[in-house]
């Protein structure tokens, strides 16, 4: 492998570094600082390919302030249905970030 190689593994590297690290992050603040809400499935897509299952969860849920929200949820459970009510906690600053609690 020639410089350029080893210098775009590097690189590569260095981002899935960052990117974990933002993620790990945002999970531990929303558990220790997060708000409680109740929210409902309000949708659910398979965002995998031919032969790949990957579904992303949505919930509808409402903030301190009123503000009704469609985030993501960062750590789905088998069997989430739409239209189930579920117990979330969500980032104070990054309201589209919640996870099941």
């Not at 899935?16 to 945002?26: D, H, K, L, Q």
């Not at 409680?36 to 031919?50: A, L, P």
């Not at 239209?83 to 099941?100: D, F, I, S």
């Amino acid at each position: 492998m020639d410089a350029k190689g080893i210098i775009m593994w590097a690189v590569f590297i260095g981002i899935c570094a960052v990117i974990w690290f933002i993620s790990r992050n945002m999970k531990k603040q929303i558990e220790e600082n997060g708000i409680e809400t109740t929210g409902v499935i309000s949708r659910i897509e398979d965002e995998g390919g031919t032969e790949d299952i990957t579904f992303n969860y949505y919930a509808k849920y409402h903030t301190e302030d009123g503000e009704e929200i469609e985030g993501i949820i960062s750590n789905p459970t088998a069997g989430l249905e739409e239209g189930q009510c579920v117990r979330l906690k969500y980032h104070p600053e990054h309201k589209m970030n919640a996870r099941l609690i």
